[in-house]
């Protein structure tokens, strides 16, 4: 039964991502100020949400393991940070696709990027700390509470809700954005 | 409180047992700021600007070296499950590896600033009000995290390399924080400043939560 829906879920998924791949090619109509590269937008801002979300759900399932050790939780963790973790992998290829034509240059350590960078490679350190403890207790344990700290990786958590409408995103060093970052961050603890 | 202190004590008798391996680690912070000069040769003047990241990575390194040494002595005879028979135990025993770590890197920070100031003819003692600050909370958050991570490669026979790859890319943040409040010709080192501070409650407040459950495990 589960593996005639996976079979299913697989070829609607299928479907879905060729339609979509359809319509930004030939229906949505071609940016006046970045042409054609803008396309990738469908994919790279789509991808990072969903990033967002399956890291936090996958947070919030670590520390649920944390307390009550239960297996399910850390299994559920797992599923969501894998696949967090893939959709990581497609915002750090679309994004560079994207700034080389617009921006000039394939990587400009924006704050966003780089911080999309950290947080992919504090998950990749969360499958080989886990691939490599042989201990299976040790390694929902340990798992659990690098993931927890991947998850408060602070300018990941906050680098969409905060950024505010004036900054040049194109500036590395954006000044009123880190300004704004901190001023919200500490306000948040103040809270 | 008294278990804190015998902890305390413990790890410093320990620790005194161990002056050779920290002396490497101090020989190791200078070979990677000599390294650094090596590699930045090309610079006929060294601006003032790069040595506040070369004296915090020379922390990094040889304070990751001092991390990975953090339970030498707990892993072998099953201490550590010793340990935990004591009840309540787990925080007293957080903090006191926490503080001799601490002032394992305090000291490698000293000593790879003097060496800097020297190679790079940086003038210590007037920017001493610069980077003190930044530093101190640097070595607060790198201590808080390369502590909680320590324990779980403690058992790991390849933790030399495991610690490092879970690590670094955490304290990453943390590293430019450090870094860019320390250069006040920097227009936002004050802020970089608060954003540190926030790293380090954030940290130590993580460790500290966490480790009570890493000790049931």
Not at chain 1, 78 to 95: A, K, M, Q, R
Not at chain 1, 110 to 123: C, D, H, I, K
Not at chain 1, 144 to 149: K, P, R
Request: glycine residues 6%; proline residues 5%; positive net charge.
């Amino acid at each position: 039964m589960a593996k005639k829906f996976i079979s299913i879920w697989t070829i609607v998924t299928a479907m879905l991502i060729a339609i979509d791949a359809y319509l930004i090619a030939f229906y949505a109509p071609i940016e006046i100020n970045q042409g054609a590269a803008q396309k990738i937008f469908y994919w790279h801002v789509p991808s990072a949400m969903t990033m967002m979300t399956f890291y936090i759900i996958g947070g919030v399932a670590s520390v649920v393991y944390l307390i009550k050790k239960n297996a399910k939780a850390d299994a559920l963790a797992v599923s969501f940070i894998e696949i967090g973790f893939l959709f990581c992998t497609i915002v750090l290829v679309t994004g560079p696709l994207w700034a080389k034509p617009v921006w000039g240059a394939w990587w400009t350590w924006e704050p966003r990027l780089t911080s999309t960078l950290f947080v992919w490679l504090v998950f990749f350190g969360y499958f080989m700390l886990r691939a490599s403890l042989e201990n299976k207790d040790h390694a929902r344990l340990y798992g659990s509470v690098l993931a927890i700290f991947g998850c408060l990786h602070p300018p990941a958590g906050f680098k969409f809700a905060l950024k505010p409408a004036g900054c040049n995103v194109a500036d590395a060093d954006c000044f009123y954005y880190n300004c704004a970052f901190t001023r919200r961050l500490i306000g948040l603890f103040k809270i | 409180m008294s278990k804190f202190l015998a902890l305390i004590k413990k790890e410093w008798i320990l620790a005194g047992r161990q002056k050779a391996v920290f002396l490497s680690l101090l020989l190791f912070s200078t070979l990677v700021i000599l390294l650094i000069y090596f590699g930045l040769e090309v610079l006929e003047v060294k601006p003032k600007g790069i040595v506040p990241p070369v004296i915090w990575l020379a922390i990094v390194f040889g304070g990751t070296l001092q991390l990975n040494r953090t339970y030498d002595f707990e892993r072998d005879e099953d201490v550590l499950d010793g340990m935990r028979l004591i009840p309540d135990i787990a925080t007293q025993f957080y903090l006191s590896k926490f503080a001799v770590n601490f002032l394992m890197l305090a000291i490698i920070t000293v000593f790879s600033s003097f060496v800097a100031s020297i190679l790079f003819d940086y003038p210590l003692f007037t920017e001493l009000r610069n980077i003190i600050p930044p530093l101190f909370l640097g070595l607060l958050g790198l201590t808080a995290v390369g502590t909680t991570f320590s324990t779980m490669v403690m058992v790991h026979h390849k933790r030399d390399i495991l610690l490092p790859t879970i690590f670094y890319p955490l304290i990453a943040p943390l590293s430019i924080a450090v870094i860019k409040s320390m250069q006040p010709e920097y227009l936002d080192a004050a802020s970089w400043f608060k954003i540190l501070l926030v790293f380090d409650i954030i940290y130590v407040t993580a460790s500290l939560l966490v480790f009570d459950k890493m000790m049931e495990g």
